[in-house]
């Protein structure tokens, strides 16, 4: 009998081990490349731009990717489908059809659609042709004389009351437009200012039952409390104006004692009437005192307190007011507009974007203006909808109680900073607002002013608006409120009665940026740029440029979307237009109606 030591062993049959192709091993990738952070942060400030790594680049295809070609029936369709190029297109190849200029396939292609504009386009409207009163320059409003009051010089201000004008409100913004034949893409309307010329506070943007002279420098009311804007905006820079106190506070020891335990002090001072001086952004009510609400920043005369979402607070020396001829000096300070998209973007970071203005900056901002064309009586204005105001400023001006819980309860106890989570809270780094009387710096009052760009403002929530979008007309604008008598003259510049210091020496500061064998270039660097107190009535030069230049812009961009053609829409009345058969609007410009 054997034994297990007798029998032969069994052998174990060899099995090939599979052997994956080239094509299906996964590839070594660099790390440094894939993983480089989106977001530059203070340990990698500049991280490194090159696009995320593809897989598809290193690992090889068994079959090769074959590219579409458009067979050449489908390429005129496409261009006869764009317009007056399918001619060109046609003659080039040596395929004629005949049709001229304006050939094109009788059968409209269905895979092609009209032309969507850009979300980063203006809205366009079909409008009627404009009148021959159109194109006449645009007018001011009708002075009626209202009355007249002493200056505290001996002289003798007449104030007029203005008529014949809109006025922003509910929700919407109105601009003087005129028709210009240089624009037919445009329907021939463009921007346009009426006289008075140059920064004055605005007629339009003014509530009613407010008093001005015919320069528009001047400004006072019968009523309780007003607001008007400056016609002129800023956003970034640091810029400066003055206003002298006409009818106020009366000067000499007169004051009362107080003792109603009100919030104006420990004292009544007697007066002429009352006034407030500071900036405003576009939300700000027009029916309430610079400083009421979130969206402005105010100087009350009476004991020359600061003042911002109703809430005073001490501000100049124990018994300083602000009283008749006294003049008072705002100057503002803001960062450049490309660290403020960062802020807005939430991409600011503090330890990286702290030094960001030393090094000039060349972009410029996309500006989107959705308008639309409207008569009021003998003028005709750009209409467009006006920013509101957020829930989330609403909040912080009126806080919930304590305790209170809600969906955004978390958030309110996070103080505005430029990295808030709500972009309505957020606060621009390095901005400020300074006050002087007299030529006599009195301080700071307010630092860390709250962001205006979009996200931070938002339009009216209604049909046409959209979110997102910079209209060129944000910032803070120079505003003044006066009560019951009170007065103020303005004083945007350039010769001020109290320069600020180093201001008459910046006007003509120059500095050698680059210097090379060939070539000398000569500026100013933007951060010496932004730092440069100027007067606001540079600014008003600016923003007139910057104006025209979005007209021009706009209208190009409409040129194009005809097909970089000239189309007629006045029924054959332009005989520099091409002639396309497409029949004017037959309503005319809506005709707007507003009370008193």
Not at 353 to 376: C, K, M, S, T
């Amino acid at each position: 009998m054997a034994t297990s030591d007798d029998l032969p062993k069994r052998q174990v049959t060899p099995v090939p081990v599979p052997v994956l192709p080239a094509s299906l091993i996964p590839q070594k990738r660099v790390l440094e490349d894939d993983h480089a952070p989106s977001v530059s942060s203070p340990l990698n400030p500049n991280p490194s731009s090159q696009p995320p790594h593809d897989d598809s680049a290193v690992m090889p295809r068994d079959k090769p990717t074959r590219a579409k070609k458009e067979s050449l029936k489908k390429r005129e369709s496409k261009v006869g489908a764009g317009g007056g190029a399918a001619a060109a297109a046609s003659g080039s190849n040596g395929v004629g059809t005949g049709g001229g200029a304006d050939s094109s396939r009788a059968t409209p292609d269905p895979k092609i659609k009209d032309r969507v504009p850009s979300e980063f386009a203006p809205l366009r409207f079909k409008l009627a042709p404009p009148k021959p009163s159109d194109f006449d320059p645009a007018r001011g409003p009708i002075f009626t004389h209202h009355h007249d009051v002493p200056a505290p010089d001996g002289s003798v201000l007449q104030f007029f009351e203005t008529s014949e004008h809109v006025y922003n409100k509910r929700n919407y913004h109105y601009l003087h437009c005129i028709a210009d034949p240089v624009f037919p893409s445009s329907f021939y309307y463009r921007q346009t200012e009426p006289e008075p010329h140059g920064p004055h506070i605005s007629f339009e943007d003014a509530s009613t039952h407010m008093f001005f002279d015919l320069s528009g420098r001047h400004v006072t009311t019968d009523k309780g409390f007003r607001l008007a804007r400056a016609n002129v905006a800023v956003r970034e820079g640091t810029w400066y104006w003055e206003c002298k106190i006409t009818r106020g506070i009366m000067n000499g020891e007169t004051g009362t004692k107080n003792t109603s335990g009100g919030k104006d002090g420990t004292y009544q001072p007697e007066s002429h009437g009352h006034v407030r001086i500071g900036f405003a952004r576009r939300e700000a009510s027009l029916d309430a005192p610079v400083g009421f609400d979130a969206y402005s920043y105010g100087l009350r005369d009476v004991a020359g307190q600061k003042i911002h979402m109703s809430r005073p607070k001490d501000f100049f020396p124990p018994d300083e007011d602000m009283r008749e001829g006294d003049v008072i000096g705002l100057e503002i300070r803001l960062p450049s507009e490309h660290l403020h998209r960062k802020v807005v973007q939430g991409q600011y970071n503090p330890a990286v974007d702290l030094n960001e203005e030393e090094e000039p900056v060349i972009e410029a901002a996309n500006i989107v203006r959705d308008r639309i064309p409207i008569r009021f009586k003998a003028h005709i204005y750009f209409e467009k909808i006006d920013y509101h105001t957020t829930k989330e400023l609403e909040d912080l001006m009126n806080p919930a109680p304590m305790g209170a819980s809600g969906p955004g309860s978390h958030r309110q106890s996070d103080k505005p900073n430029p990295n808030h989570a709500v972009p309505a809270l957020r606060t621009l780094p390095n901005s400020y607002i300074k006050v002087y009387k007299n030529g006599v710096l009195m301080g700071t009052p307010f630092t860390d002013l709250f962001a205006f760009l979009p996200p931070a403002s938002r339009p009216q929530v209604q049909v046409g608006a959209r979110e997102g979008k910079d209209d060129g007309m944000l910032g803070y604008y120079p505003a003044i409120s006066v009560f019951r008598g009170g007065a103020v003259e303005t004083n945007f510049g350039p010769d001020f009665w109290y320069p600020p210091p180093g201001y008459a020496t910046s006007q003509n500061e120059v500095e050698m940026m680059d210097v090379d064998e060939d070539t000398v270039h000569v500026g100013t660097p933007q951060q010496k740029k932004l730092d440069r107190t100027r007067a606001i009535s540079d600014r008003y030069d600016e923003q007139i440029v910057e104006d025209v230049v979005a007209d021009i812009v706009d209208e190009v961009d409409f040129w194009m979307q005809d097909g970089a053609r000239v189309l007629d829409r006045t029924g054959g009345r332009d005989e520099k237009a091409e002639p396309v058969g497409i029949a004017p609007a037959s309503e005319e410009i809506k005709e707007l109606v507003q009370d008193d």
